[in-house]
């Protein structure tokens, strides 16, 4: 593996509100993958409710444009979903719901791409729930999860980016991005990632 190889991640999540504890955990997964030498992007929940529902038959504006060629060229990404009613949230699922736009590309939808899930919910069921329909997904997009995901309960866990945080909580988000940096390295220095390989 090349060290000296500099992936590519894409940080997708998080809500509508300001500072959110979904978006801070995003945040910390993407610093710990910058200190693993990634270079970085995010798309938070301000970016991703400028994104209209997803229609196929509808041209791309220029928001979805611009989501679509960052996830184009990431080597991994890092999905973060808070747990609405058991599931990912509408917001999150309508941005992954473009990646559609891919299908054709050599490497399909997030075909040889490292994929953190981060799910943050008030209550483990949920959190659990929402970190495995994640999982799901990512698997339905060819993509591949981390051996490690991260399922914070935040009515234990109050997540405020900058701020001191739980040391569990802390290693879980950190792991995540670690991961997702390390195994993007190793996509890249191949010649195809995990191309000739499915993950279903």
């Known amino acids: ?26 945040r910390i997964a993407l610093d ?13 929940g301000s970016e991703l409710a400028r994104l209209p529902m997803y229609d196929p038959d509808v041209p791309n504006g220029e928001e979805a444009h611009r989501l679509i060629e960052t996830l184009r060229v990431a080597d991994g990404v ?49 959190a659990v729930t929402t970190l495995q ?15 490690l995901g991260a399922a914070i309960n935040s009515g234990i866990t109050r997540i405020d980016y900058g701020q001191q945080l739980d040391e569990r909580v802390e290693f879980q988000l950190r792991t995540v991005g670690r991961e997702v940096c390390a195994l993007s390295r190793v996509a890249r220095s191949t010649a195809n990632g995990f191309a000739g390989v499915t993950s279903e």
Not at 2 to 18: E, H, K, S, Y
Not at 32 to 44: D, K, M, P
Request: aromatic share 8%; with cysteine; glycine share 14%.
């Open 78 to 126: 890092i999905i973060a979903s808070p747990g609405y009613h058991g599931s990912v949230s509408g917001l999150v699922k309508n941005a992954l719901d473009y990646v559609e736009d891919l299908r054709e590309d050599g490497n399909p939808y997030l075909s040889g791409r490292a994929v953190g899930c981060v799910t943050t919910a008030y209550g483990w069921q949920a």
């Open 133 to 147: 329909t994640l999982r799901s997904i990512v698997h339905a997009l060819r993509g591949w999860p981390t051996p």
């Open 1 to 26: 593996m090349d060290l000296t190889v500099q992936p590519f991640i894409v940080g997708l999540g998080g809500t509508l509100r300001a500072g959110s504890s979904t978006e801070s955990a995003l």
């Open 32 to 44: 710990a993958a910058e200190e693993s030498g990634a270079r970085t992007e995010l798309f938070g």
